[in-house]
């Protein structure tokens, strides 16, 4: 199985201030066939369904503001928030759809300084 | 307008069955995946298991094969995630996702979630 872990456990930021979140996977998530890394960001609210953030790594989905990217290849990925919001609190989580099973990092809580 | 409606809360006791549903409309259901995701209170995401309506094939984590049943009807647009007999550490809310074809296991879309409880 492919082992997410992702850094730091929680942080706190200035509303206006960047935020980094760092995702690891034990094994390469990149498929060298069509080299797409495998890779999804979500973000989770309190009482609310995880939402898609980022997929293929670094690929926006539709509607999400552009203060949200993902960087990274292989075993090494980053979910930056250029510009924290209020609205952006929240747990974040990775997720490696590589190979079964398809798990989740254990989620990173971003809240205001 | 793309849904997933999944089926209310339950309250069960341990040993009984269970069976929840996720309904979807406004798209293709039988041209993508449908996976199950647990939470349990105050924990991260757990990945369960994916379904591909159009042919049934399905995946299960380790951890969850032998403990719970996938299903879906694709005549009804409907998913399934079963229990034969419910234990208190299946406490928890699950949800429902949509992943593409090529993405199998990636929610694109999410379900508002099924919040089942199991208790004496």
């Known amino acids: 199985d492919i082992v997410m872990t992702q850094s730091p456990d929680s942080l706190a930021v200035s509303l206006g201030e960047r935020a980094t979140i760092n995702c690891k996977s034990s094994?390469?998530?990149?498929?060298?066939?069509?080299?797409?890394?495998?890779l999804a960001w979500y973000q989770q609210k309190p009482g609310q369904p995880p939402k898609l953030l980022i997929y293929?790594?670094?690929t926006r989905e539709s509607g999400v503001p552009d203060r949200f990217s993902g960087s990274g290849s292989g075993t090494d990925f980053t979910l930056t928030i250029s510009s924290l919001q209020a609205e952006d609190v929240a747990v974040y989580y990775c997720?490696?759809?590589?190979?079964?099973?398809?798990?989740f990092g254990p989620g990173t809580k971003v809240d205001i300084k | 307008e793309v849904q997933l409606v999944q089926s209310g809360a339950e309250v069960k006791k341990p040993g009984e069955s269970l069976k929840i549903s996720c309904k979807g409309s406004?798209?293709?259901?039988?041209?993508?995946?449908i996976g199950w995701v647990r939470q349990m209170p105050g924990k991260g995401l757990e990945w369960m298991g994916v379904?591909?309506?159009?042919?049934?094939?399905?995946t299960y984590s380790p951890s969850f094969q032998g403990q719970v049943t996938i299903s879906a009807d694709k005549s009804i647009s409907t998913a399934y995630l079963q229990w034969s007999s419910l234990k208190s550490s299946d406490t928890a809310m699950y949800y429902c996702?949509?992943?593409?074809?090529?993405?199998?296991?990636?929610?694109?879309?999410w379900g508002q979630g099924t919040l089942v409880t199991v208790s004496s």
């Open positions: 094994q390469s998530v990149l498929y060298s066939s069509n080299n797409k890394n495998y």
């Open positions: 996702a949509r992943s593409e074809k090529e993405a199998a296991g990636r929610g694109d879309f």
């Open positions: 406004g798209y293709s259901f039988t041209n993508y995946w």
């Open positions: 997720q490696q759809y590589y190979s079964t099973p398809k798990d």
């Open positions: 293929w790594a670094s």
């Open positions: 379904i591909y309506p159009g042919d049934s094939r399905t």
